[in-house]
């Protein structure tokens, strides 16, 4: 069974302060994914990361993905209170013939004034 | 460009009934997820649509069953329902040329299983 933690589950922090959010993985995805999703919506994708330790930048957030492909991580820097919400982690793979994505337990993230 | 659109946003049933959520999936995507979200925890893949045909499932039992149109929409249908049964279903949709794992959800139908 493929698995997804992050750490930590619940962020609550001040605005302009600086935040990292970890996702691990006990198995190798062909991509991973960061999804932030606000109360009553879907998720909206992020980023996507396919080569290990490849780093993407957007705007604030700064996303890493680990050399073996299993790990990544998240930091926001000068968060602002629009930053609030659930991230999600999550890893593409294949079951039959479809794509399929494995999320992570999510990090709640608060920024306040 | 319109977005997927999923109904009813809300609803509430009691054990042992059925129910039927809808999706529009957006314009252009031919594929179709489906995802259950429980409360507190991220979303969990139920199954994925192409062609009309069911090409992959996670695990989640028979009475968890769904259908796909010619026009890509796509429909989540789940017998005997359980308290269990009660989260937030997420439809997702992709496009043909889509990255794996990119996908664009709806905002979700909320079921309450009482």
């Known amino acids: 069974t493929q698995l997804l933690e992050q750490s930590p589950q619940f962020l609550s922090i001040q605005e302009g302060e600086n935040l990292t959010v970890y996702c691990n993985s006990s198995?190798?995805?062909?991509?991973l994914q960061w999804y932030r999703q606000e109360p009553g919506e879907g998720p909206v994708l992020l980023v996507t990361v396919v080569t290990g330790g490849e780093v993407k930048k957007l705007k604030r957030l700064t996303f890493q993905f680990g050399d073996a492909r299993k790990d990544s991580s998240l930091h926001i820097t000068a968060a602002q209170p629009g930053d609030t919400g659930l991230y999600l982690c999550?890893?593409?793979?294949?079951?039959?013939?479809?794509?399929?994505?494995?999320f992570g337990t999510g990090t709640r993230l608060q920024v306040t004034l | 460009e319109t977005g997927v659109t999923q109904s009813p946003t809300h609803l509430i049933k009691t054990r042992g009934q059925q129910v039927t959520l809808r999706c529009s999936s957006q314009s252009g995507h031919n594929t179709v997820s489906w995802y259950q979200q429980a409360l507190g925890q991220g979303p969990q893949f139920i199954f994925q649509y192409y062609r009309e045909e069911e090409n992959g499932r996670g695990n989640f039992p028979p009475r968890f069953s769904g259908l796909q149109f010619p026009n890509y929409s796509s429909e989540l249908n789940v017998n005997a329902l359980e308290l269990d049964d009660s989260a937030l279903y997420l439809c997702a949709s992709s496009p043909p040329t889509g990255r794996p794992g990119e996908l664009f959800f709806g905002e979700g139908s909320r079921l309450t299983v009482l």
């Open positions: 198995s190798v995805f062909s991509s």
């Open positions: 999550a890893g593409a793979s294949r079951t039959g013939t479809a794509s399929k994505l494995t």
